[in-house]
């Protein structure tokens, strides 16, 4: 006897969401457990849930089978399907089985069909995602390294600007850096762990300016 599936709850939304809200919710939990993005160790789990997650659309996936489901779903939970004390009659039980088996079968062909489709729309996502974030890091850390190296000027009161220079131009490299091992994880890849030595080449490349500005 197949186990109680509430698709309304496996995607997320209301039990009297639209059509369409039922296909965006499967679509977004899609992408975003799609075990070709995510990390080697996470992705017999994102297996699973996607499973599950097409399952449940394959439940309501027209307003037709959604009907049925609606009316099972209703006779199952009255009745106790899949739980270990539930005594739901044959003819529910029966019924039950025969939806989860067919939505089982629309779901593995689903995904047959648009594991990769869905693959790169998502990689679209996160591709569009992560050059917003690239150049926001680039401009923040451009900006924290102009600052740190003039305050260090004003500080022992330099003549020059090369800490400040080398200060905007180390931050937007460690900026696009720190950009691209955040795309780099979301594609399952293992992080930057070089992160440290280019923060490190950061402040040398101030501290080398004020040297060079003190001399002046």
Do not use: C
């Amino acid at each position: 006897m197949a186990s109680f599936v509430d698709a309304y709850a496996v995607l997320g939304v209301p039990a009297e969401a639209d059509q369409d809200t039922l296909k965006a919710a499967h679509r977004r939990l899609v992408r975003r457990h799609h075990p070709d993005l995510v990390p080697p160790d996470e992705r017999s789990e994102a297996t699973r849930r996607v499973q599950e997650i097409n399952v449940a659309y394959g439940l309501v996936r027209d307003r037709e089978k959604r009907a049925r489901y609606d009316t099972l779903r209703q006779a199952a939970q009255r009745s106790g399907v899949g739980s270990s004390s539930g005594s739901a009659p044959a003819v529910v039980t029966t019924q039950w089985d025969a939806a989860i088996h067919a939505a089982g079968r629309w779901a593995g062909e689903w995904w047959r069909h648009n594991r990769e489709p869905v693959r790169r729309a998502a990689l679209g996502v996160r591709s569009a995602y992560g050059r917003m974030l690239r150049v926001v890091g680039i401009v923040v850390y451009t900006w924290v390294g102009l600052i740190t190296g003039a305050a260090l000027q004003l500080l022992f009161d330099t003549g020059g600007s090369l800490a400040a220079v080398a200060g905007g131009v180390g931050g937007a490299i460690v900026g696009d850096r720190r950009g691209r091992d955040r795309l780099r994880r979301w594609a399952g890849e293992d992080s930057d762990r070089r992160m440290w030595a280019w923060q490190l080449a950061w402040a040398a490349a101030i501290g080398l300016g004020l040297l060079f500005d003190l001399r002046r």
